[in-house]
């Protein structure tokens, strides 16, 4: 009998945890387990983009998100989600830049160090979407905003095997509403904002 080397048995090994990974994820919120969950800040990306004088869409990112959501999935409506953004991890492709943004003619992260958003509101919008409202707290001000909210997939994380649900939102702010006018309207007042959620269920 001819043995395998042991690459071989390795790069088997590789596709057979990627077919595992491939089933691990659902769709059907039926299929969501109810709970508590935390957020996966490893995993969970804050994403923004802002017209730059209108020649480039400039993008960046918020990340070490914490946060929790109470999920029923069989009375959507009565999700709650509640997170918080250290504004000090803004990040861009330009060091310098960053540094900037989290000077007090920007974010001011020293008098403002976190933004935080804690739903008011879930409604269903089909099968696997929802708009969620809450109070989007940043820069000192709070007000209302609505993300919609797109299932990406739920169950049980193959590596962790912890039961794990994501989700993808989007939203679009005024950053002058939120006491952030510098340079408007040569910099873009639009501030949208493209969320992966990751979250982890607590036992």
């Known amino acids: 009998m001819k ?4 690459s071989t048995v390795a790069v088997a090994l590789a596709f057979a945890g990627a077919a595992q990974a491939q ?10 387990q109810a709970g508590h969950y935390t957020v996966d800040a490893g995993h969970t990306q804050v994403g923004w983009r802002v ?3 209108g ?6 990112g918020f990340s070490e998100v914490s946060g929790t959501l109470d999920l029923q999935p069989k009375d959507p409506a009565a999700a ?3 997170v918080k953004i250290p504004v000090s991890s803004v990040a861009t492709t330009s060091e310098k830049l960053a540094g900037e ?7 001011d992260a020293a008098k403002y160090p976190d933004m935080t958003f804690v739903s008011t509101k879930v409604t269903p919008a089909g099968q696997d979407k929802a708009k969620v409202t809450g109070d989007l707290t940043l820069h ?3 007000k209302p905003v609505t993300l919609d909210v797109t299932l990406v997939g739920a169950g049980t994380n193959p590596l962790s095997k912890k039961v794990n649900v994501g989700f993808e939102a989007t939203g679009t702010l005024k950053r002058s509403e939120f006491g952030v006018k510098t340079y ?13 959620g990751a979250f982890e269920r607590q036992d």
């Open 23 to 32: 089933t691990a994820a659902t769709r059907d919120p039926a299929q969501i």
């Open 140 to 142: 000192g001000v709070t």
């Open 51 to 53: 017209s730059h004088m």
């Open 101 to 107: 943004l989290k000077g007090d003619k920007w974010l």
């Open 80 to 82: 709650k989600l509640s």
């Open 55 to 60: 020649f480039s869409n400039y993008t960046g």
């Open 184 to 196: 408007v309207p040569l910099i873009g007042d639009d501030l949208h904002l493209v969320i992966a």
């Open 3 to 6: 043995l395998l080397s042991a």
